[in-house]
């Protein structure tokens, strides 16, 4: 019988993910150079960001936080090579609730996006269009869309539930991330042709190719783990998943990360798009998302029991 090995590649890859999840949630937490930004602004702009800012700082604690849960829970794991299930799901409820807690942060945003295209705030313009674009709709989907469904979820996180309601929601959290991630660089990218025109686009093949992947090649994504979540639902075991296709799914997500990260270092060529990406994005722990999906990927449906344990939640110990 051919012994199990506990350092795994997706173990080791899922370690990875989290420990880039933490570290650049950290980076974000301790970056205060947003502080005082809305001094010397008029009114309503310095209120509004002064609300924006204020509590999305406040929200964003409580990822750090979740950041510290996950970190600490994931090195304990590896260390002692066991965890209890009461305690994974115990753990894996609270951080849920932290990084919903944390997107509900974006929420006043995007009713900042919506007064100013409704013409409550002041006259409708064309910088109104643009607020809406890049904070009130990707603002409003993700300050409300992702914390209900993470919320739902973590009440479906219980060892003495079935897992029917936790897959499925957890389903439908991910096709919600995917869409935001959709909605916000979709926009930036629309704000870059508005600033820089489509010579910025077509004059350089790896901003072409960027272009598309956001535009077409994320909203293809969304279709598709939202047809995906749509087959899976009422499935009622993690076993019973179609795990490679999960593997698809964040295999593609994460390397389009990676890829927008390494076109700058290797290519450069500054602009909105870039200083969105990479100055205001606090999703680039994404980028280590291959390291998880990969694994996935070679995943066999008729597998040994000793492989289905990658990717089964621990043993209760006694």
């Not at 680039?284 to 289905?308: H, K």
């Amino acid at each position: 019988m051919t012994e199990q090995r506990f350092y795994s590649p997706l173990k080791i890859g899922l370690f990875i993910v989290v420990l880039s999840y933490f570290l650049f949630t950290l980076h974000a937490m301790f970056v205060l150079t947003w502080i005082g930004e809305w001094e010397g602004l008029p009114e309503p702009t310095a209120s509004w960001i002064f609300i924006t800012d204020i509590f999305a700082g406040v929200m964003l604690v409580f990822r750090f936080l979740a950041g510290i849960l996950a970190f600490a829970a994931t090195t304990f794991f590896l260390a002692k090579k066991s965890l209890s299930t009461k305690t994974a799901f115990r753990v894996l409820k609270v951080i849920m609730i932290f990084e919903a807690l944390y997107w509900f942060g974006l929420f006043p945003s995007g009713i900042w996006g919506i007064v100013a295209i409704s013409g409550l705030q002041s006259a409708f313009d064309f910088s109104s269009l643009i607020l809406f674009l890049t904070s009130g709709l990707p603002c409003i989907v993700s300050g409300i869309g992702i914390p209900v469904a993470l919320f739902k979820l973590a009440s479906k996180l219980s060892p003495n539930k079935s897992m029917e309601g936790a897959i499925k929601w957890g389903l439908i959290s991910g096709t919600i991330y995917i869409l935001v991630f959709w909605l916000n660089n979709t926009s930036m990218w629309i704000i870059t042709l508005i600033s820089k025109g489509t010579g910025y686009v077509t004059a350089y093949p790896e901003n072409l190719l960027s272009f598309g992947l956001t535009t077409a090649g994320l909203l293809a994504l969304t279709i598709f783990t939202a047809y995906f979540t749509k087959k899976s639902i009422g499935t009622e075991t993690i076993e019973k998943l179609k795990i490679r296709t999960i593997g698809v799914i964040i295999l593609s997500l994460g390397t389009y990360f990676l890829w927008n990260y390494l076109t700058w270092i290797f290519f450069g060529g500054w602009s909105d798009w870039y200083a969105w990406f990479l100055g205001h994005n606090l999703d680039l722990w994404i980028l280590a998302l291959p390291l998880v999906g990969l694994p996935l990927l070679f995943y066999r449906q008729s597998s040994t029991m000793a492989e289905r344990q990658e990717i089964q939640l621990p043993k209760e110990q006694p």
